[in-house]
């Protein structure tokens, strides 16, 4: 079974710096884009960043210039490095993959469960 674990969250006071990183396991042929959305309390879920195979990058304007995505295609790796963290920074973030299921032969939209960033004093 292909699955997405997100880890790397946590507690941080404003201006400081977390990495967080997404590991994909199962049947994997090959990983398309990967993409850090996230989802703050009463907030609907928005796209961050995202990478291609190739990786060309792309970013919301929120979080340009303090976060870069990075992914390392052996491992079937995904990595966002959060730096000037802000308290607006805060919440859940998931990582998610178009990926090619090599058990299922086709392609799917697979979503991690989510980690928990709060950025406060």
């Known amino acids: 079974q292909v699955q997405l674990v997100e880890s790397g969250g946590g507690l941080v006071q404003p201006g400081g710096s977390l990495r967080l990183s997404c590991a994909a396991s199962?049947?994997?042929?090959?990983?398309?884009?990967m993409d850090w959305y996230r989802q703050a309390p009463g907030k609907e879920r928005e796209l961050v960043a995202s990478?291609?195979?190739?990786?060309?990058?792309n970013y919301v304007d929120s979080v340009k210039g303090r976060f870069t995505i990075s992914r390392n295609n052996a491992k079937n790796e995904g990595y966002l490095q959060m730096n000037s963290l802000k308290p607006e920074d805060t919440a859940v973030y998931y990582c998610?993959?178009?990926?090619?299921?090599?058990?299922?032969?086709?392609?799917?939209?697979?979503w991690g469960r989510g980690t928990l960033v709060t950025v406060s004093s």
């Open positions: 998610h993959a178009n990926l090619r299921d090599g058990v299922r032969r086709k392609y799917l939209e697979i």
């Open positions: 199962g049947s994997i042929v090959t990983i398309n884009a």
């Open positions: 990478i291609s195979n190739s990786g060309i990058t």
